[in-house]
């Protein structure tokens, strides 16, 4: 709580006095530490307090909070009150519930959400670059570094770094845009209302249909939504072609969550949830494309 009140400190401007703050801490601040602010018994504010290794995992904070900037303006987020250099920030809280990773979309709220990655497709282009297979190479030369001398690791990276020699790196069918790179249902803030896009923590210059294959596989799309995806992201764009590349980027998706696990126990190993996801995503058919296919003895 210490640490807390020094980023209160840092906020004075924008918040009563200390003894007048309550706060509760979201469960799902997976990658850093999320809390609610109340005053006046109303919630106000959320602050989420960085905790991972930017440089490990790819993240360019500067480049972030633009981002997170010119998404609120374009209405697609919750309003900046506050940040600092750290990649610490504070927006205001709606109330919008996050969606469920068991999320079934009718057709209408994926007409939505296509419509709202268009909008937030036209954002300005950030300098910092975010192409999936360079983030999975990077976070495997992290994973071998830090592993050396872990047997278990060493076997794990065996088994990622065979699958990433496999994959298939699909055509550019799109130019770069300003990408989210992160839209599991838990980075949408949605009802009949209103949706939000949270979280730009991986936000950087990349593909297009990135965006939409992590909406696909997350979302938990059938193969006639994935299409509805396509089509109403952009009317006309070679539907054949597209969904090809969006099957790539499932996979790539895929391993990019398992890499991400491995390389997040491997750097806070007192967080043992991560490994334990690690090897559910690895052996849970449903998350991880390659069972069955290129699945190792370990």
């Known amino acids: 709580m210490t640490a807390l009140y020094e980023y209160f400190a840092k906020m004075a401007g924008i918040l009563p006095a200390p003894s007048n703050i309550e706060t509760t801490e979201f469960e799902d601040g997976f990658s850093n530490r999320v809390y609610l602010i109340h005053w006046d018994q109303v919630p106000q504010l959320v602050l989420r307090v960085p905790n991972i290794d930017c440089t490990a995992f790819y993240i360019n904070r500067s480049d972030e909070i633009n981002t997170l900037k010119f998404a609120a303006s374009a209405g697609l987020s919750p309003r900046v009150v506050w940040h600092d250099e750290f990649g610490a920030v504070a ?29 937030a497709h036209c954002l300005p282009i950030s300098e ?37 020699e496999q994959l298939d790196r699909p055509a550019a069918l799109l130019p770069p845009v300003l990408c989210h790179n992160d839209l599991n249902p838990k980075n949408f803030l949605m009802d009949n209302k209103k949706l939000w896009l949270i979280d730009w923590e991986y936000s950087g210059t990349g593909d297009a249909l990135f965006d939409l294959a992590v909406i696909a596989k997350s979302h938990n799309l059938d193969d006639r939504q ?8 952009q009317p006309g764009l070679p539907m054949e072609e597209a969904l090809e590349v969006i099957t790539d980027y499932v996979e ?34 449903s998350l991880n494309p390659f ?4 699945q190792l003895k370990l």
């Open 91 to 119: 927006c205001d809280f709606v109330n919008q519930p996050s969606l469920d990773w068991a999320v079934v979309h009718q057709d209408k709220d994926i007409i939505r959400i296509a419509q709202a990655l268009t909008k």
């Open 128 to 164: 910092h670059e975010y192409l999936v297979f360079d983030v999975i190479e990077h976070y495997l030369k992290m994973i071998k570094h830090h592993g050396v001398n872990d047997s278990s690791v060493c076997a794990e990276y065996e088994y990622l770094h065979a699958i990433f």
């Open 226 to 233: 994935v299409a509805l995806l396509v089509d109403s992201y």
């Open 252 to 285: 790539a998706y895929g391993l990019r969550e398992m890499a991400w696990l491995l390389l997040k126990h491997l750097l806070t190993p007192e967080d043992t949830i991560s490994l334990e996801y690690y090897y559910e995503f690895k052996t849970t058919p």
């Open 291 to 294: 069972l069955g296919i290129k």
